[in-house]
């Protein structure tokens, strides 16, 4: 069974970076495709990066080219390395696992959440 827990957020000044963790304490994730979502007061949760089994990775268009999402199998981690952060990035970020091949920024198709961590950015 994916339990999965976040960590690695605080408060950072624009321009800076962060990196995310997610750890599997089930030992389990390797097997899942992962994702990174986020949610900011008011709005909707949104999808940020996903990474399949294989290492295939997607990233959402606002954080292109800014974030990065790895995962270290051996260990059962999931990263997401934040930089040049912005004040709009600011949101409680979620780790999920899915168990599709490949990852899709459609939140349903997921089926185990961590519980979050909080990330503030700013100006």
């Known amino acids: 069974q994916v339990q999965l827990v976040e960590s690695g957020g605080g408060l950072v000044q624009a321009g800076g970076s962060l990196r995310l963790s997610c750890t599997d304490s089930?030992?389990?994730?390797?097997?899942?495709?992962m994702g990174w979502f986020r949610q900011a007061p008011g709005k909707e949760r949104e999808f940020v990066a996903g990474i399949s089994r294989t290492e295939r990775t997607v990233h959402a268009d606002s954080v292109e080219g800014r974030f990065t999402i790895s995962r270290d199998n051996s260990k059962n981690i999931v990263y997401l390395q934040m930089n040049s952060l912005k004040p709009e990035d600011t949101a409680i970020y979620y780790c999920?696992?899915?168990?599709?091949?490949?990852?899709?920024?459609?939140?349903?198709?997921?089926?185990?959440w961590g519980q979050g961590t909080q990330v503030t950015v700013s100006s």
């Open positions: 089930g030992r389990t994730s390797s097997r899942y495709t």
């Open positions: 999920a696992a899915s168990s599709g091949l490949w990852p899709t920024s459609n939140s349903n198709f997921y089926n185990s």
